[in-house]
């Protein structure tokens, strides 16, 4: 590449750490890939750092040595997420959103781009630090939700289908109580889809009992593996006994009233003064 102006290096730089984030980056890279000194790049870095660090984007670590370099950490203040979940609450508060039998219709939501970004962007920061290697998901709606956290976090995805299929080869199926019918389901998962002991993120749209959830922390005991955490967009309070304890929400339903049109949504339990992450 060409050697460019600061100005024009700051905002080249920017976006290549945006687009790469949680990947350790050597200065070396930077030196070669614009033509300028170590030192010139430290400066440059800096003042990156600062605004990531100003505008709430995220962090910028910088670590020594020789096999170091700089790593993009993307985080989003709770704050700046609590306004978003906020303003999302009251649009799934519309009546027009009732469906026949007191469901929400979400689908919307989970098409558009900006309100995937902002959700995917919340599960990575309230699960950051912890140690992942895949994200989980089960078909259909919870797909969208996890490579939005995935893309944040730089890691892989994984979905549990609800029946085997033939070009993805062998597969480990398993049977669960659906939490909201009672009724036994099947969940399946690829044996080459999951390495044995990977540790695993679940991301999923909704939960109500917990058992699909818990269907999919089932299957990976099949494959050794271990739940680092679990991340749902909407939880139903209206539940007398759930199957999953430990897990965070970025909302929470209340109630859906047909008779009525009330819809209550409110922020979730990430929130929570004394929650933070589960």
């Known amino acids: 590449m060409k050697k460019l102006k600061r100005s024009a290096r700051l905002v080249e730089m920017t976006q290549y750490l945006l ?18 000194a170590k030192s010139s790049i430290s400066e440059d870095l800096a003042i990156i750092k600062e605004v990531f660090e100003e505008e709430g984007l995220g962090e910028l670590q910088t670590l020594a040595g020789a096999a170091g370099g700089v790593k993009f950490s993307p985080k989003v203040p709770k704050e700046i997420s609590l306004k978003f979940i906020g303003q999302l609450c009251l649009q ?33 920061s309230a699960f950051a630090g912890r140690d992942i290697d895949v994200i989980m998901t089960v078909e259909t709606k919870g797909i969208p939700l996890a490579y ?10 994984v979905v549990v289908r609800r029946d085997n299929r033939v070009t993805e080869g062998s ?63 909407m939880e139903s309070v209206e539940v007398e ?8 929400s970025l909302s929470r339903l209340f109630g859906v009233d047909s008779k009525t049109k009330q819809i209550t949504v409110e922020p979730g339990n990430y929130f929570d003064s004394k929650k933070g992450d589960a």
């Not at 939005?148 to 995805?157: E, I, K, R």
């Not at 006994?241 to 965070?248: F, S, T």
Request: a neutral charge; glycine letters at 8%; aromatic letters at 10%.
């Open 241 to 248: 006994e759930r199957l999953v304890d430990q897990y965070v």
């Open 19 to 36: 687009f790469r984030p949680h990947s350790l980056i050597p200065l070396t890279t930077f030196a070669e890939r614009y033509n300028s």
């Open 148 to 157: 939005a956290t995935a893309t944040y976090m730089n890691l892989p995805v």
């Open 92 to 124: 799934l508060q519309q009546p027009e959103r009732i469906l026949p039998g007191g469901y929400l219709y979400m689908s919307d939501i989970m098409g558009q781009p900006q309100y995937l970004n902002e959700i995917g962007k919340t599960f990575a």
């Open 171 to 233: 597969a480990v199926s398993i049977n669960y109580v659906s939490g909201s019918n009672k009724r036994i389901q099947t969940m399946s998962l690829a044996r080459r889809a999951l390495k044995e002991e990977s540790k695993v993120l679940i991301i999923d749209d909704f939960m109500h009992v917990g058992g699909t959830i818990h269907g999919m922390m089932d299957l990976l005991a099949e494959f050794k593996a271990s739940v680092q955490g679990v991340g749902v967009f």
